[in-house]
């Protein structure tokens, strides 16, 4: 009894240095993640810079100041809201690592969050938890290393091989992405048929009901968060009664 007692008091303690060593390991990857992402971002934003501040100020072709000014206002007032909703929106499926890879490399909404949400969907992980956020960050770096490549060919060739297209085929290139959508809301609503309700519903109402265009995707998404997590509270109290 004694030696069983003894045998078990080990077992614990190595499970819980097995959880500790793991949550450290985790904290790790996301100090590294933080410290590169922000490095990348921020390096990112110089290399973008330097274009335009070379071609004003040195070959001197600077448009005015008001020029710039007016413009970024005029762009700000349709996207600026976006700045805030989309990280906010995308982070619970992204993570803070995929969060950094996916505003690096762009095409959030039609590669990189599709990718996270279905690697995510295939192998089980939850969005939200570490094995979501590793997941997720692991798919959109393959995703985007994918569309790296696919680029090139694009970038050289694809001008030619799109002229040698019917036009209907051509025309059909604009269903791609509610295509994506479709899939990924395929793959919640398999495992939970009310959610993909929720979310079609949500998404007719914010594109043919009276919502401004800036607040579609962030009421969209917003709403069928909250629905979904007031539909799976009420599930679980009825369940305990």
Not at 42 to 59: D, G, K
């Amino acid at each position: 009894m004694s030696y069983s007692n003894e045998a078990r008091n080990i077992g614990m303690k190595e499970g819980k240095e097995a959880v500790n060593s793991e949550m450290m390991d985790f904290d790790r990857f996301q100090a590294k993640a933080h410290f590169w992402g922000r490095l990348s971002i921020w390096a990112v934003i110089i290399l973008t810079l330097m274009v335009p501040l070379y071609l004003s100020f040195v070959l001197g072709f600077h448009p005015g100041w008001t020029v710039i000014i007016s413009g970024f206002a005029a762009y700000a007032s349709i996207i600026a809201l976006v700045w805030v909703i989309e990280p906010i929106s995308y982070y619970p499926v992204l993570g803070a690592s995929g969060t950094y890879l996916a505003f690096l490399t762009g095409n959030i909404g039609n590669m990189c969050l599709p990718s996270a949400s279905v690697a995510q969907s295939v192998i089980g992980a939850e969005p939200g938890t570490k094995k979501g956020e590793i997941t997720a960050s692991l798919a959109i770096a393959t995703a985007s290393l994918v569309n790296i490549l696919i680029l090139i060919f694009v970038v050289l060739g694809g001008s030619y091989l799109i002229s040698l297209m019917p036009e209907s085929v051509v025309n059909s290139f604009r269903f791609v992405l509610p295509a994506i959508f479709g899939g990924v809301i395929a793959q919640f609503a398999i495992q939970k048929p009310v959610w993909g309700i929720v979310g079609i519903a949500f998404g007719l109402f914010v594109n043919l009901g009276p919502v401004p265009r800036t607040l579609q995707t962030f009421l969209c998404i917003l709403g069928t968060v909250v629905v979904c997590m007031l539909l799976e509270k009420l599930k679980r109290q009825k369940e305990v009664k």
